[in-house]
């Protein structure tokens, strides 16, 4: 537990009514969306950039980790406390700073829910493109820690793309800015985007200045069943040869479309689907039939059992009700959903998903895949019982040979939800010794006592 002169430090900084020891408070905050469980010895709510500064200073003088949180709802260990760390909540730091329209901007402090920063951006004409599936409750700060995505990353990008300039404060505690308020600038080294998938271990960013664009006049969806994950696969292939670039492209495998039969949400889809698609489009009214068309055409192949499309907010919502009620039906299979998030070419897509369903039956798992197949990101969920110790074991051994794979075929650990406690033991298989040391000299030189977020992105 803290000691007295810490926590006395921390009220100083803080004030008493933002700093929690009560054990309610402190369970609370000791997970993510992981199955693990770490009770932080204090729980901080700082209001501003100065209190952050303030509450760093003190812990580097009493040497205590601190554990960076926004909502929690990470997949990888990346807001998992430390053992002896505090937790710094940024939940409390939600004001918009600055809103401007005529430079397509806005600033926010990190505990803005994302999801707010697109509301506030079409009320003129804007839009913020990156959307996590949790945007409706994730906060900006834990999409800047771990470079979140989402289904619009197929065209427009990730959140890194998005971020103009932050204000942070250093593990050392120097307040820094970064970046610039213009989309153009090479002025010194990109620190940006540096700290923009650092998962917290570098800098505890407290404000973003945020690129905005135009919003889409319209949108239009295609749902595309197939026969099997290889026919909606090659499609993938082919949509992402032709000249129109889709705003979402995601894949749901048979095991996905078993899950969500119990929901009512699959009743409609035709007698012997295997996979499916969503395809979007976006842009000007007049422009769409033409994108549309040429999706269709692209689409259109072997194992093509039916097309869809919808061009309303009504039509398009019923057609997206499958894939939006997938997360929760898979839980129904499973209480415990070991979730990656692993990224191939598009190219080795369906080789991958075939290899998949092979280790998956080689190792009697229950192994559910879909997610952004325009960008090669596939969510890959073990479904496990974690009391049943042999089906954890040969779920750790499928794992194993599932990320293995993945790097052998060009890939990369993660796309979206970031490597945090969960993935770092695989990371000297994807990054070379001369660049992780590079690595961990810059974790040096930015938070030299290595007091944030300690025991992430990197393995021991």
């Given amino acids: 537990m803290l000691s007295d002169r810490a926590l006395a430090a921390f009220h100083s900084a803080l004030g008493a009514d933002r700093v929690f020891v009560d054990d309610a408070i402190r369970a609370h905050y000791a997970s ?9 010895d204090a729980v901080l709510f700082p209001v501003s950039h100065d209190e952050v500064a303030a509450l760093v200073r003190v812990a580097l003088e009493h040497r205590i980790a601190l554990t960076p949180r926004g909502a929690g709802s ?14 710094v909540s940024f939940e409390c730091m939600r004001r918009v700073l600055e809103f401007d329209p005529a430079n397509r901007l806005v600033v926010v402090e990190s505990g803005v829910v994302t999801e707010n920063i697109d509301r506030l951006a079409r009320t003129q ?5 990156p959307d996590p599936g949790s945007g409706a409750y994730c906060r900006i700060g834990g999409n800047l820690a771990m470079n979140a995505a989402g289904p619009r990353a197929v065209k427009y990008g990730v959140t890194r793309d998005y971020v103009l300039g932050l204000r942070a404060v250093t593990g ?7 970046g610039c308020r213009t989309t153009k600038g090479v002025t010194g080294y990109d620190l940006t985007r540096l700290l923009v998938g650092s998962g917290g271990t570098l800098a505890l960013i407290t404000e973003a200045t945020l690129k905005l664009l135009p919003a889409p006049e319209a949108v239009a969806t295609l749902r595309v069943c197939f026969e099997s994950n290889h026919a909606a696969l090659a ?13 979402a492209l995601e894949f749901m495998d048979h095991r996905a479309i078993d899950a969500i039969r119990p929901t009512g949400t699959a009743d409609d889809l035709p007698a012997g689907t295997r996979a499916l698609l969503m395809v979007e489009a976006d842009g000007a009214v007049d422009d769409l039939p033409r994108q549309i068309a040429a999706l269709e055409q692209a689409l259109a192949g072997d194992g093509l059992l039916e097309l869809k499309s919808g061009f309303t907010r009504d039509s398009i919502a ?3 009700a499958a894939r939006k009620s997938l997360s929760h039906a898979v839980k129904r299979i499973a209480p415990l959903k070991i979730n990656e998030d692993v990224v191939v070419p598009v190219s080795e897509l369906a080789g991958f998903v075939e290899f998949i369903d092979h280790t998956a039956a080689a190792h009697g798992l229950a192994v559910v895949s879909f997610g952004h197949a325009g960008n ?4 890959v969920n073990l479904m496990v019982h974690p009391d049943n110790a042999d089906e954890m074991e040969r779920a750790r051994v499928a794992l194993d040979a599932i990320l293995t794979r993945v790097l052998a075929l060009g890939g990369t650990l993660s796309g979206e939800h970031g490597i945090g406690t969960e993935k770092r033991r695989f990371v000297p298989l994807e990054i070379d010794p001369a660049t992780l040391g ?9 938070d030299p006592l290595g007091l944030l977020n300690p025991g992430k992105l990197f393995p021991d």
């Fill in 235 to 247: 499609a993938v292939g082919r949509v992402m040869c032709q000249p129109v670039m889709p705003c």
């Fill in 318 to 320: 019923r057609l997206w």
């Fill in 32 to 40: 993510d969306e992981t199955p693990r469980r770490v009770t932080p």
């Fill in 438 to 446: 590079l690595m961990r000299a810059i974790k040096r030189q930015f």
């Fill in 172 to 178: 050392d505690g120097q307040e820094i800015r970064t």
């Fill in 74 to 87: 990470g997949n990888v260990g990346g807001a998992l406390p430390a053992p002896g760390s505090v937790v």
């Fill in 125 to 129: 004409g804007l839009f913020y493109p």
């Fill in 376 to 379: 090669g990101n596939l969510h």
